[in-house]
């Protein structure tokens, strides 16, 4: 069993910041990609954000210059700092990993019930 918790989501005004953090569990044996996309009403979901194992990162083209991601291996943690926050970052953001449970299995991806956030003033 796998589970992957998100938190750190509310209610911030335009011009703020807000940090995310996300956490893998579970039966894992490890993890390759982990990242953050979001969803606003009436929208598909989208990129946010995603690192790799390594530290490579990648970001929507929204995102860029405001957002930061960030990992812990160790942990199975990630993170995603956001600052300059506008009114259209408001959506769901979700946290995906992409891992495998056991060595010489496939990757699957996992996802969180997503954590709010809204950029209002």
């Known amino acids: 069993q796998v589970q992957v918790v998100e938190s750190g989501g509310g209610l911030v005004q335009p011009g703020g910041s807000l940090r995310l953090s996300c956490a893998a569990s579970?039966?894992?044996?490890?993890?390759?990609?982990m990242g953050w996309y979001r969803q606003a009403p009436g929208k598909q979901r989208e990129l946010v954000a995603t690192?790799?194992?390594?530290?490579?990162?990648n970001y929507g083209d929204s995102v860029k210059g405001r957002f930061t991601i960030s990992r812990d291996n160790a942990k199975n943690t990630v993170f995603l700092q956001m600052n300059s926050l506008k009114p259209e970052d408001t959506a769901v953001y979700y946290c995906?990993?992409?891992?495998?449970?056991?060595?010489?299995?496939?990757?699957?991806?996992?996802w969180g019930q997503g954590t709010r956030v809204t950029v209002s003033s």
């Open positions: 995906n990993a992409r891992l495998s449970v056991q060595i010489g299995t496939a990757t699957y991806d996992y």
């Open positions: 579970g039966s894992i044996f490890s993890i390759s990609t």
């Open positions: 690192v790799t194992s390594g530290g490579i990162t």
